[in-house]
């Protein structure tokens, strides 16, 4: 590889010092390299990084960050089709591999072709009020639907491939992909699952029951969550969250269709240590 594009989150890198760093170790490489700021977006249609700004040609995207960050780029730049390396500068670092202390020696592997490709599973979710799309967007890890308002449990009507399924008096909702469930699922006791995998994980946030467990279903199954009324048969608001991000409101009768999407997001591997040894390093 030698054509990088970074993208640099400025709150774990305050004045662009690494960022600097970088560049300057990977042009004395012979190597070209462009640098992006991660911004909240103004207009347009992306989230943090305008993919327009990222030259054709570029052969590997550096994301210094954490895996938020990571995440939030993969969801700009997925249909790009160009792989993406996270620099880890937050804590746990399950997407981002690379560790501050070890940037020189990562870099010289990218250079000299010495890494894997990975690629992960996106799911995009479509918001339907009645027949008419009102939302729509893409989630590497996951896609939450949850209550908006007073402090009560709202009724979320649950569909698979159009036949019903359950419902789940309880705060939310949560579809994660394999890579998504190392993240908010794993915290409402859904499996761990390896990246590798096509599945998608429906999990309840604070069910009102004793016995609800996370449902595993296949990667090509379409997933649809409604919203019910609530009590007295008074109108409810929800929100769809895509990856902690995008957040899109909902109301009683409006539902989510989650799939696959035909994109995926192409992650860079370098260490090349198997889900198992990552799982061992990380929970401890």
Known sequence: MKSFFIITNTDKDPNSVLTKSIEKYLRAQGCTCQVRLADVKKEGSFHYTDPEMIPEGTECILVLGGDGTLLQASRDVSHLQIPLIGVNLGTLGFLAEVERGSIHSALDKLIR???EIEERMMLKGTIYRNSEVIGE???LNDIVIFRDGPLRVVEFQNYVNGEYLNSYLADGVILATPTGSTGYSLSVGGPLVSPSASMIILSAVAPHTMNTRSIVFSGDDMIEVEIGSGRRREMENGIASFDGDTMISMVTGDRIC???AERTAKILKLN?????????????
Request: hydrophobic share 40%; aromatic share 14%.
């Open 258 to 260: 989650i799939t696959r």
């Open 113 to 115: 072709n010495d890494f």
């Open 137 to 139: 967007d893409f989630a």
């Open 272 to 284: 090349h240590q198997s889900f198992i040894e990552v799982l061992r390093k990380k929970m401890k």
